[in-house]
């Protein structure tokens, strides 16, 4: 049972500037929960903060009930996913995938067996069995996204925290590797957060979307549930009106040529 809260939580820079605004947002056991909002909304900083990468101005944030505030990135037992694949270039996929692994110590250290245990696991789950000794440079894009993601889970993180990760990628390999997202969610369970600011990727990943907007969440249910009923003007015209931009565009490259030139 992994849940993930945040109790009124704040943060604010030492410029004044209030990134996020008493935010109280609960995540589920094995949830796929998308923070999605306009670019400066806060849901990066928001994930920073649940990642120990920022400090928590005021508020608390718990994981499986436990207050995590104070402690270091290391010891929150998270993964994390950024829009870099930040791959190690001088290293094989197998090096990349077991990294994390080789560096654990004290009583987290795994051995040898152990860990080439978990990265054939995590290799056939991404499919890059064929690739573990290939270096970055001789994968695709999407490939070296699928290295990033699974360097993250063949640590068995409590919680999967996914900070923009398609936005480097092609149309195409975005559509393909949203699919790949869910599927391994759906596989693995494991809980999942997931920022954006794409209204069609939060749509198709999530069980839950929390939208923001200047730092202060403004709606936080299913997808469908928002779109039908919008809580307010900035979520129906950021998510409704987006939706029906893009439905519209669409009937309208696919309409007969009579019905054009009527």
Do not use: W
């Not at 849940?3 to 949830?31: C, H, M, P, R, W």
């Not at 990265?119 to 499919?127: P, S, T």
């Not at 923009?164 to 869910?182: G, T, W, Y």
Request: charged share 30%; with cysteine; glycine share 8%.
């Amino acid at each position: 049972m992994v849940s993930v809260e945040f109790e009124q939580v704040n943060k604010q820079y030492e410029d004044g500037f209030q990134a996020v605004q008493n935010l109280t947002l609960d995540i589920k056991d094995k949830e796929f929960l998308v923070l999605l909002g306009p670019s400066g909304c806060g849901k990066s900083t928001t994930l920073r903060m649940l990642a120990g990468l920022e400090d928590v101005t005021g508020g608390n944030i718990r994981i499986d009930g436990m207050k995590v505030n104070h402690l270091p990135a290391g010891a929150r037992g998270l993964g994390m996913v950024f829009q870099s694949y930040a791959l190690y270039p001088h290293m094989s996929i197998h090096d990349n995938l077991s990294f994390g692994l080789r560096m654990m110590k004290g009583t987290d250290k795994l051995d040898g067996n152990e860990i080439s245990k978990r990265v054939k696991e995590i290799a056939q789950l991404l499919e890059l069995d064929d690739h573990l000794d290939k270096k970055p440079k001789e994968l695709s894009g999407g490939q070296r996204q699928r290295v990033a993601l699974g360097r993250a889970l063949v640590r068995r993180p409590k919680v999967l925290l996914m900070d923009e990760p398609l936005s480097n990628l092609d149309a195409e390999l975005r559509h393909q590797m949203r699919n790949e997202i869910r599927r391994l969610h759906d596989e693995l369970g494991t809980t999942t957060i997931y920022v954006t600011h794409d209204q069609i990727e939060a749509m198709t990943l999530a069980d839950r979307i929390a939208i923001l907007d200047k730092g202060e969440l403004q709606q936080h249910c299913a997808p469908m549930e928002a779109y039908h009923n919008p809580a307010n003007d900035f979520v129906r015209s950021f998510l409704c009106k987006h939706i029906d931009d893009l439905v519209d565009t669409a009937n309208a490259l696919f309409k007969k040529p009579e019905e054009v030139n009527e």
